[in-house]
């Protein structure tokens, strides 16, 4: 059976990230996509590092490439994907662009990853990571999975992750589904920087850890913390 296509519609889309990221100019500043190659090349003269910064530019196809206000945060998730970083619908050979349907949402989502991350190395306790919200929307032709419970499992991505391959290739423009950490939310992973709109950036928050997961996020603009259940 194939999965429906979906017109997902939501003015409001929230997406997450580490603030340790800023945006790339590049991205914004030359209007020519085909150009990035070798104007990467030549500010690594005199930059080396440069190259860390900008990501892998040849993961993004010139075709599905963007510029403008906005557009590094919408290509920094495709350049600077990693097998060591895999997601329910990659396995990091790509990357995608993931936003929740309310704050709430994307909170709760990155905060599986944080805490998974934070497990790993076995971080002391204390306010850790700072985090970006980028406010966007979303309309656009997706994939719904949301009924299929076998894409859906808490911690086993085996499955999704080859279906995520399939429909990428395919030429999908990416997947919606039901959130697994939050409930009544909803999520989209874009498979291509050029169908997502450009987003702004909006609040950032800071996240507590306790030692053995994520008990209150505040957020730094008003000083507000948010316990989380």
Not at 29 to 37: C, G, L, Q, V
Not at 126 to 154: C, H, K, Y
Request: proline share 7%; with cysteine.
């Amino acid at each position: 059976m194939t999965e429906p296509v979906r017109c997902v519609i939501w003015p409001r889309s929230i997406r997450i990230i580490r603030s340790i990221y800023p945006p790339i100019d590049l991205f914004k500043e030359i209007a020519d996509p085909a150009d990035w190659e070798a104007l990467a090349s030549a500010e690594a003269q005199f930059n080396p590092g440069i190259r860390d910064s900008i990501g892998d530019l040849a993961k993004v196809p010139l075709a599905r490439r963007v510029t403008g206000q906005g557009a590094s945060w919408v290509i920094a998730p495709f350049v600077h994907c990693s097998p060591l970083q895999p997601g329910r619908f990659t396995d990091g050979s790509f990357g995608l662009f993931h936003a929740g349907d309310s704050t709430e949402v994307a909170i709760a989502e990155t905060i599986h990853h944080h805490t998974r991350s934070m497990s790993a190395t076995t971080e002391a306790p204390g306010w850790t990571s700072q985090f970006r919200e980028l406010i966007g929307s979303v309309d656009m032709d997706l994939d719904n999975v949301s009924a299929m419970a076998d894409l859906l499992d808490p911690d086993d991505y085996a499955a999704s992750q080859a279906f995520g391959a399939q429909r990428r290739a395919a030429g999908s423009n990416g997947i919606t589904w039901s959130s697994v950490r939050y409930p009544c939310g909803n999520c989209i992973a874009a498979f291509w920087p050029n169908v997502v709109p450009f987003p702004v950036q909006g609040a950032h928050f800071a996240y507590h850890w306790n030692g053995s997961a994520v008990d209150y996020v505040k957020k730094l603009d008003t000083g507000e913390i948010m316990s989380v259940r």
